[in-house]
C-alpha cells in the first residue's frame, strides 16, 4: 500500500519567516495530495490540495509543489503569523472510487511572536 | 457548512467494556471514515464505507468494527476494550468523487478514548 513520510515532525519558526514541510510518498499511482491543519481541539481541516496533472498551486500565503518523478511535495508557508501555528499533516491519495487517503505522520509548526 | 459531530468529546472506559462511538454528517456525504491520531503515528485509518451497509477495513482494523446502518451515520464499535486502544479517534465524511478524483474529507472533532 502507499506510504506517505513527512519531515520534520516539529518546526518553530520567527513570526514573518517561511516554513516549509516536506513528505515524500512511494505509490506512482497517486493523484492527489492534500494538506490538512489540525489547531487545537479541533479535527484536521484542509487548507489546499494538488492533483497530478499540476506542479505548483498557490493560495494567498500558502503554496503546494509536486514533483511526481521524485515522489516529493512539499508546503510553503509565507510571512508565518501565530495563527499558522497548528499540527500539519500531508496526505497521498490514489482515488479509485472511495477514496481512501494516507497521511503522513505530522508535522507541529510554531510560529514565535 | 459541512458538520461532522462525534457523540462524546472524551470518554473513560474500563478494560473488557464494549464501546460504541458515533459519528453523523449532515451533508449528505457518501464515504465516512474512522481514524485514530496517535502521537508521532499520524492518522491511520481504521474503517470506512461508500454506502449504507457498506464496509472495508483501513490499515489497523484489529479489534475494531464498524456499523453503518444509515447514510448519515457511522459507529465504530470496540468489542471488548483494551489499553491499547487508548487514543483519540476522529470521524470523517467525504462525497464520491468524479473519475478518479479524490475529494475533501471533513472531519469531526474526535473524541478522546481513554482506557483504564
Known amino acids: 500500500g502507499e506510504n506517505v513520510e513527512q519531515h520534520p515532525s516539529t518546526l518553530s519558526v520567527q513570526e514573518g519567516d517561511s516554513a516549509v514541510i516536506k513528505c515524500t510518498y512511494s505509490?506512482?499511482?497517486?493523484?492527489?495530495f492534500p494538506w490538512y491543519k489540525q489547531e487545537l481541539g479541533k479535527g484536521p481541516q484542509l487548507i489546499i490540495d494538488?492533483?497530478?496533472?499540476?506542479g505548483e498551486k498557490k493560495d494567498q500565503r500558502i503554496a503546494v509543489t509536486l514533483n511526481k518523478t521524485a515522489k516529493h511535495f512539499s508546503l510553503h508557508i509565507t510571512e508565518t503569523q501565530p495563527e499558522d501555528s497548528a499540527v500539519y499533516f500531508c496526505?497521498?491519495?490514489?482515488?479509485?472510487?472511495?477514496?481512501?487517503?494516507?497521511f503522513g505522520t505530522g508535522t507541529k509548526l510554531q510560529v514565535i511572536p | 457548512d459541512v458538520k461532522v459531530t462525534q457523540s462524546s468529546r472524551y470518554l473513560v472506559k474500563r478494560t473488557g467494556e464494549k464501546v460504541f462511538l458515533e459519528c453523523v454528517q449532515d451533508?449528505?456525504?457518501?464515504?465516512m471514515f474512522w481514524y485514530r491520531q496517535d502521537p508521532g503515528l499520524g492518522l491511520r485509518l481504521i474503517y470506512f464505507?461508500?454506502?449504507?451497509?457498506?464496509?472495508e477495513k483501513g490499515d489497523i482494523p484489529e479489534g475494531y468494527s464498524v456499523s453503518r446502518e444509515k447514510k448519515e451515520r457511522f459507529s465504530l464499535i470496540l468489542e471488548s476494550a483494551s489499553t491499547n486502544q487508548t487514543s483519540m479517534y476522529l470521524c470523517?465524511?467525504?462525497?464520491?468523487?468524479?473519475?478518479?478524483?479524490?475529494?475533501?474529507?471533513?472531519f469531526g472533532p474526535g473524541t478522546r478514548l481513554t482506557v483504564l
Open positions: 464505507s461508500y454506502d449504507v451497509k457498506m464496509k
Open positions: 470523517a465524511s467525504s462525497i464520491s468523487g468524479v473519475g478518479l478524483y479524490t475529494d475533501t474529507q471533513y
Open positions: 494538488i492533483r497530478s496533472n499540476v
Open positions: 496526505a497521498a491519495s490514489i482515488g479509485e472510487g472511495y477514496q481512501k487517503v494516507t
Open positions: 451533508m449528505d456525504h457518501e464515504n
Open positions: 505509490d506512482s499511482a497517486s493523484n492527489y
